[in-house]
């Protein structure tokens, strides 16, 4: 089965500095890893996917992502924090579909960013 | 154009009652998503359809009915409202294969069951 955790349920930063968010997954199979943001009273917005091309991810907004099989790793990155950046953030594991089925997302438990003046 | 719309976007009602909450995507997609999101943000997934066929139903009360007349709308009826249903509703829509994709969410229906 797959899962996500995510290691910080809160992580503050101040404008201007580096952003890391970490993850780590479990699957059994090769994963399908993504980032979701979700700003206030907002929906769900992709940042970025891993599907088994270039280990490091580009997203939107200057965030990136690096796959680490070794380290069963695909943490967050952005170089300096805006305060349009404060957000909750989801790590997601796609589980793929079987007979049938059409495959889901998995979420992990979120961490929320906040970014200080 | 919006690609993934919910209404209503609140929903305050009483406890017993019987509520509906719509949802359609303009993607072209073939299949559509019910995520229920709890208060303490955890998302989970309630049902899959593809092309108005139900494919994943996780152990989520029989008093929820999806119901998709077709493969654009994915509608969720709840009844008999319990306390417990009050959290935020996400309609999602993607390809079949989701892997190599992402999901388009709805801007979410935050419902309170008083």
């Known amino acids: 089965a797959q899962s996500v955790t995510q290691l910080d349920s809160h992580v503050s930063v101040s404008e201007g500095t580096p952003v890391l968010l970490r993850c780590n997954y479990s699957?059994?199979?090769?994963?399908?890893l993504f980032w979701y943001v979700q700003h206030p009273n907002k929906g769900l917005q992709l940042l970025l996917k891993?599907?088994?091309?270039?280990?490091l991810v580009k997203g939107i907004n200057g965030f990136e992502a690096e796959f680490k099989k070794s380290e069963t790793s695909f943490h967050l990155t952005k170089p300096s924090a805006h305060m349009s950046d404060a957000a909750e953030y989801f790590c997601?594991?796609?589980?793929?579909?079987?007979?049938?089925?059409?495959?889901?997302?998995?979420f992990g438990q979120g961490t929320t960013l906040q970014v200080k003046p | 154009d919006t690609a993934v719309s919910q209404t209503p976007k609140y929903l305050v009602t009483q406890m017993g009652n019987d509520k509906s909450i719509k949802c359609e995507q303009n993607?072209?997609?073939?299949?559509m998503y019910w995520y229920k999101q709890d208060s303490k943000k955890f998302l989970k997934i309630m049902f899959s359809?593809?092309?108005?066929?139900?494919?994943i139903n996780e152990t989520v009360p029989n008093r929820f009915s999806p119901k998709s007349p077709d493969k654009a709308h994915l509608n969720l009826h709840i009844n008999s409202l319990e306390l417990g249903d009050s959290a935020v509703y996400f309609c999602?829509?993607?390809?079949?294969?989701?892997?190599?994709?992402?999901?388009?969410f709805g801007q979410g229906t935050r419902l309170t069951v008083v």
């Open positions: 999602a829509s993607s390809p079949r294969d989701i892997r190599n994709t992402e999901a388009f």
């Open positions: 699957s059994s199979y090769s994963p399908s």
């Open positions: 891993y599907t088994s091309a270039a280990t």
């Open positions: 997601v594991v796609s589980e793929p579909p079987g007979s049938g089925n059409t495959g889901k997302l998995i």
């Open positions: 993607l072209g997609h073939d299949t």
């Open positions: 359809y593809n092309n108005k066929e139900l494919i």
